[in-house]
Structures are given as C-alpha cells and as structure tokens.
C-alpha cells in the first residue's frame, strides 16, 4: 500500500484576492488536482473557511472547553489541504511543488501514520 501524506496550504491571514488574482489560481489548481487524479495520487482535497470561523475544542479535567478561532495566533493559517499517496516522500514533495507553484503559497507535507 502507497503511504499517505497529508498537504497543508498555508495562507495569509485577510480577505481572499480579487477574482482578477484569483481566478487564475484557481485554474492552475484544477490542473493540478485533475493531474493528481489521473496519476492514482488523489485522496481527498479541500478548502476551509477562514480560521476566525473555527472553534477550539478541549477536555481538561473532565469539563469541554470550547473557544472561538484558530487554536494559536498567527499571520497564516492552514487555508486548505490535499491528501495524496505516494511511493515515497519524494513524490508527494512532488505534487506539494506543483501546488505551491501554482498557488504562490507555502505547502506542507506530512506523512500519515500507519495504523497497527
């Protein structure tokens, strides 16, 4: 079984680009992404509201904290992710390349852990 890896696009913080910038983005994503697929790679990919619409769940002690926005403060945040398999880490370093480039953002990579 091919490893899975787990793709982290990390954005700025702000309201998106104007549809002028980001139109062609999204165009080269969908390349990708239709490449990915042909190639056996694709998982599962997605987008996610901004992190001021997140919410931080903890059990501390028995009692559920729940708070409002991103669990740390930053200037980005995970903005989207894609889950791909691949013989090595080479090839999703592979496919992560082709994102940035076609995103203009920072991706990172992490392998799944296997299940017992």
């Known amino acids: 079984m091919r490893q899975q890896y787990l793709l982290n696009l990390y954005q700025p913080d702000g309201?998106?680009?104007?549809?002028?910038?980001?139109?062609?983005?999204?165009?080269?994503?969908?390349?990708?992404?239709?490449?990915?697929?042909?190639?056996?790679a694709w998982v599962f990919n997605g987008g996610l509201h901004p992190a001021s619409s997140s919410t931080v769940v903890q059990v501390?002690?028995?009692?559920?904290?729940?708070?409002?926005?991103?669990?740390?403060?930053?200037?980005?945040?995970?903005g989207g992710l894609v889950i791909v398999q691949a013989d090595d880490l080479d090839g999703a370093l592979e496919w992560a390349r082709r994102i940035s480039a076609a995103s203009?953002?920072?991706?990172?990579?992490?392998?799944?852990?296997?299940?017992?």
Do not use: S
């Not at 002690?61 to 991103?70: K, Y």
């Open 60 to 78: 501390r002690d028995g009692d559920t904290l729940m708070t409002d926005g991103p669990f740390t403060e930053g200037k980005e945040h995970v």
């Open 15 to 40: 309201d998106p680009p104007p549809p002028e910038v980001l139109g062609p983005i999204m165009r080269e994503l969908a390349a990708v992404d239709r490449e990915m697929r042909e190639a056996g």
């Open 104 to 116: 203009g953002l920072p991706v990172e990579v992490r392998p799944f852990r296997e299940l017992p």
